[in-house]
C-alpha cells in the first residue's frame, strides 16, 4: 500500500471526478488504465489482508465500480485463486463493458445475480457494487445481495466505497456492505470518515494509483482529517494565572454533574484556574473538597459580573437549565464579549434567540442541538452533516463542532476539520460535558476558537479511545480525565 501523500485530505465526489478527469485528459492517463491500476490496488490490498484467500466471489455492478471488479477478477485468476464473478445486469458501458469482456476473454463466466442464488462458499467477498456513483438507496434485489453478502460470516473487501454508503455525507440511504477492508482510489472521499461511515467501511486503505502529485496541485481540499497534536510545553516560570482561567457557568438546582465535569475537565487540560458560577447546593458544599475547582453561589447577573470580570474565557451550559436565571446568566455572560464555549442549554437558548457572536466562539451541538439551531430536523442534519455543520458556522459566525460519530469542526470561513477518532462508548452522559471543559481551557490558554475545538475535539476522542481499551461499555466520563491529561502533554496515554 503507498502511504498516500493526501490521505488527510478529503474531498468531495465532485472533486475526486475532477481528479479523475485531469488525469485522464491532462495527464494523458486513460481510464481504462485507471481502473486496471485500481484492480492491481484491490488484489495487492487483499494478497496482504488475506494471505491464506484462495478462492474469492467478486460482484459487480454496471458502472465503473464494477469495471473495477471485472480486472480484479481477472488479476485473481492469474494470480492462482478461484474466482466467481456475478453481475447484477448486461448494462455495463464504456470502460466498464471493456473490462467485463476481459474477463470473459480469459474464460470467466459472468453469472447474473438472482436474489434466489445462494452465495458461493469463499474466504472473501469483493464489493464492487457501487462506488461514487451510489445515487440513492440500492434497488431491492440488490439490497437483498448486500444482505445476504453481509449475514455470509465471510469478510469483505469494498472497492473505493462500499457499496450503500454516499460517498459524500456518509449517509447510508438504504442498506450497505459492512467491509472489513476498504481500498479506495486517488483520494479520500469525505464520506468515508463521518456519519455511518466507521460502521461499514473497516479498515481505510488509499492507493493514489501511481499518479503524480502534480494532480492535486490547485483542487484544495474540501476537508481534512485531524492529526494527532497536543499543547506545546509549559513554560517554566508559568503561574496560575499564566494559562487562563475558565468561568464555567451552569448548575441549576439539582444539576451539578455537568457544570462540574466540564469544570474537572478544563482543570485536567491545563487551564490555571477554574471556577464555576452555579446554585446547585450540591457544588457549593463540595468547596471544601475540591478547592481548585472553586464554586461561586451566583443568583442573577450582580453577583455574576465580578466572577466574569476575573475570568478570561468563558464555558456556558452544562446544566444550565432554561429557566429565568438561567437565561439571565446566559445573556450576561454573551454580552460581556469574553471568548466562549457554548453548550447543551447554552445552545437551546442561542436556538430560542439567535445571535451572531463577534468574540472568540465555539459552540458544540450533537445533532438535536444542531438541528433546533438551524429549524429542522435531526434526519436533515445527518443527511448532510458537512453542510449542517458549515450552514452552523455560517449563521452564527461561530466555529462549530458537529458532534457524533466523526465529529466535524467547520469554521466560518468555509475550513472544515474531521475527527477520525472517537468510539460509541463515548455515547454516554457527560462526556459532552467534558468537552466543553477541554475547549474552554485551551481556549484559555491561548488557543484560538479553530484551533481550539480543533484540538479539543482530538484530545476527547483519543481521550475516549484510550479508556475503550478497557471496553467501551460502561464507560464514564470521568475514565477520560486520566488518559486526557497524558495526551495534553503529549504522552500516548
Ligand atoms: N472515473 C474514473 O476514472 C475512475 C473510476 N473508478 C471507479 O469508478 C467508480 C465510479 O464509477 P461510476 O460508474 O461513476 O459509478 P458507480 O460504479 O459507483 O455506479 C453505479 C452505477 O449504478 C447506478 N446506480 C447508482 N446508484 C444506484 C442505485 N441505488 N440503484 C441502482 N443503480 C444505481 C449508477 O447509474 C451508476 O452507473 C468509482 O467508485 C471507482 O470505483 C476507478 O476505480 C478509478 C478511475
Ligand atoms: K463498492
Keep these: 500500500m503507498c502511504d498516500h501523500f493526501h490521505s488527510h485530505q478529503l474531498y468531495t465526489v465532485a472533486q475526486v471526478r475532477e481528479l479523475d478527469r485531469r488525469a485522464?485528459?491532462?495527464?494523458?492517463?486513460?481510464g481504462f488504465e485507471l481502473m486496471r491500476r485500481a484492480a492491481w490496488a484491490a488484489l495487492s490490498s487483499l494478497r496482504r489482508h488475506w494471505p491464506q484467500a484462495r478462492r474469492i466471489a467478486v460482484y459487480c455492478g454496471q458502472g465503473n465500480n464494477g469495471g473495477d471488479g471485472f480486472l480484479l477478477a481477472v488479476l485473481a485468476r492469474e494470480a492462482g485463486l478461484q474466482v466467481d464473478v456475478f453481475a447484477l445486469n448486461e448494462a455495463s458501458a464504456g470502460d466498464a463493458a471493456t473490462a467485463r469482456q476481459a474477463w470473459k476473454d480469459a474464460g470467466g463466466a459472468v453469472r447474473l445475480w438472482r436474489s434466489s442464488d445462494a452465495l458461493p462458499t469463499v474466504d472473501v467477498h469483493v464489493d464492487a457494487l457501487y462506488g461514487t456513483g451510489l445515487r440513492r438507496a440500492p434497488e431491492t434485489s440488490v439490497a437483498a445481495?448486500?444482505?445476504?453478502?453481509?449475514?455470509?460470516?465471510?469478510?469483505?473487501?469494498?472497492?473505493?466505497?462500499p457499496s450503500g454508503l454516499d460517498a459524500d455525507t456518509g449517509r447510508t440511504p438504504g442498506?450497505?456492505?459492512?467491509?472489513?477492508?476498504?481500498?479506495?482510489?486517488i483520494a479520500a472521499k469525505r464520506g468515508l470518515h463521518t456519519g455511518r461511515a466507521a460502521n461499514v467501511v473497516g479498515s481505510l486503505e488509499l492507493d493514489a494509483l501511481g499518479l503524480p502529485e502534480s494532480l492535486w496541485r490547485d483542487v484544495s481540499p474540501d476537508a481534512r482529517l485531524l492529526m494527532p497534536a497536543h499543547l506545546p510545553p509549559r513554560l517554566r516560570d508559568a503561574n496560575k494565572g499564566t494559562n487562563g482561567h475558565v468561568l464555567a457557568i451552569?448548575?441549576?438546582?439539582?444539576?451539578?454533574?455537568a457544570i462540574r465535569l466540564s469544570g474537572e475537565a478544563a482543570l485536567?487540560?491545563?487551564?490555571g484556574l477554574v471556577s464555576v458560577a452555579t446554585?446547585?447546593?450540591?457544588?457549593?458544599?463540595?468547596?471544601?473538597?475540591?478547592?481548585?475547582?472553586?464554586?461561586?453561589?451566583?443568583?442573577?447577573?450582580?453577583?455574576?459580573?465580578?466572577?466574569?470580570a476575573r475570568a478570561n474565557v468563558l464555558a456556558v451550559g452544562p446544566g444550565l437549565g432554561q429557566g429565568a436565571w438561567s437565561h439571565a446568566l446566559w445573556l450576561t455572560a454573551l454580552d460581556s464579549g469574553k471568548p466562549l464555549v457554548l453548550d447543551a442549554d447554552g445552545l437551546n437558548l442561542l436556538a430560542r434567540e439567535p445571535r451572531r457572536f463577534t468574540q472568540q466562539a465555539v459552540l458544540t451541538p450533537h445533532p438535536g442541538e444542531a438541528a433546533r439551531l438551524l429549524g429542522g430536523t435531526v434526519a436533515e442534519v445527518e443527511a448532510d452533516r458537512f453542510a449542517a455543520a458549515r450552514a452552523l458556522a455560517h449563521r452564527f459566525q461561530a466555529v462549530v463542532v458537529?458532534?457524533?460519530?466523526?465529529s466535524l469542526i467547520a469554521n466560518p470561513d468555509g475550513r472544515l476539520n474531521v475527527c477520525p477518532w472517537g468510539n460509541p462508548g463515548m455515547a454516554a452522559g457527560g462526556m459532552g460535558d467534558l468537552l466543553t471543559g477541554i475547549v474552554a481551557a485551551l481556549l484559555a490558554q491561548g488557543c484560538d476558537a479553530w484551533q481550539a475545538a480543533s484540538l479539543g475535539v482530538g484530545l476527547h476522542a483519543r481521550a475516549g479511545d484510550c479508556a475503550a481499551r478497557q471496553g467501551e461499555r460502561g464507560l464514564l466520563a470521568t475514565d477520560l480525565l486520566a488518559p486526557l491529561r497524558a495526551l495534553c502533554n503529549g504522552i500516548d496515554a
Design 279 to 308: 446554585r446547585t447546593e450540591h457544588l457549593l458544599a463540595l468547596n471544601a473538597a475540591r478547592p481548585e475547582l472553586m464554586a461561586h453561589g451566583v443568583d442573577g447577573p450582580q453577583t455574576l459580573e465580578p466572577l466574569l
Design 402 to 406: 458537529l458532534k457524533g460519530s466523526g
Design 250 to 257: 451552569g448548575g441549576e438546582h439539582g444539576m451539578a454533574g
Design 175 to 185: 442498506t450497505a456492505i459492512r467491509a472489513e477492508r476498504t481500498v479506495s482510489f
Design 268 to 271: 485536567r487540560t491545563g487551564a
Design 145 to 161: 445481495l448486500i444482505e445476504a453478502i453481509n449475514a455470509s460470516g465471510t469478510p469483505v473487501l469494498a472497492l473505493d466505497v
Design 24 to 30: 485522464i485528459e491532462e495527464l494523458g492517463v486513460p
